[in-house]
């Protein structure tokens, strides 16, 4: 019981790291298309 648990707490983090890792993908990529039609 004790094992699974910190297998799921594991997974759940691990989960949560990529998608805040996409989600800062997305924002910088969205930044920096930003900056380019600025400087065209």
Do not use: T
């Not at 890792?21 to 930044?31: D, P, Q």
Request: glycine share 8%; aromatic share 10%.
């Amino acid at each position: 019981m004790n094992a699974d648990a910190v297998f799921w707490g594991s997974i759940i983090s691990v989960v949560i790291c990529v998608v805040i890792i996409i989600f800062l993908g997305f924002k910088v990529s969205a930044l920096i298309k930003g900056d380019a039609e600025k400087h065209k």
